[in-house]
């Protein structure tokens, strides 16, 4: 098993940042991948961010520019850097990770989520 543990939400107002860290520990053989998603009241979960191994990102549209994921493999540790936030963002952020646990077993793993606010 993998196990996820999120840190860094809060409450903040309009146009300030905030930085949310994952990281990740347990059985890990190798990590394919790690991102976030966030879920407000009344919608879906969606994707914000993922990084591959290799350092490939991909971003959901509404977020461009103004966040920005890196990771430290060393670590297996995933960070979200959220500028300019606006209410909009304002969400339970999620951490996943795609990842094996032996040589032929894998898994999709998530954290616990971690509360962001962002007031007017």
């Known amino acids: 098993q993998v196990q996820l543990v999120e840190s860094g939400g809060g409450l903040v107002q309009a146009g300030e940042s905030l930085r949310l860290s994952c990281a990740a520990s347990?059985?890990?053989?190798?990590?394919?991948?790690m991102g976030w998603y966030r879920q407000a009241p009344g919608k879906e979960r969606e994707l914000v961010a993922t990084?591959?191994?290799?350092?490939?990102?991909d971003y959901a549209d509404s977020i461009k520019g103004r966040f920005t994921i890196s990771r430290d493999n060393a670590k297996n540790t995933v960070y979200l850097q959220m500028n300019s936030l606006k209410p909009v963002d304002s969400a339970v952020y999620y951490c996943?990770?795609?990842?094996?646990?032996?040589?032929?077993?894998?898994?999709?793993?998530w954290g616990q989520g971690t509360q962001v606010t962002v007031s007017s």
């Open positions: 347990g059985s890990i053989f190798h990590i394919v991948a």
């Open positions: 990084i591959n191994a290799g350092g490939g990102r």
């Open positions: 996943n990770s795609r990842a094996y646990t032996s040589a032929n077993t894998w898994g999709d793993y």
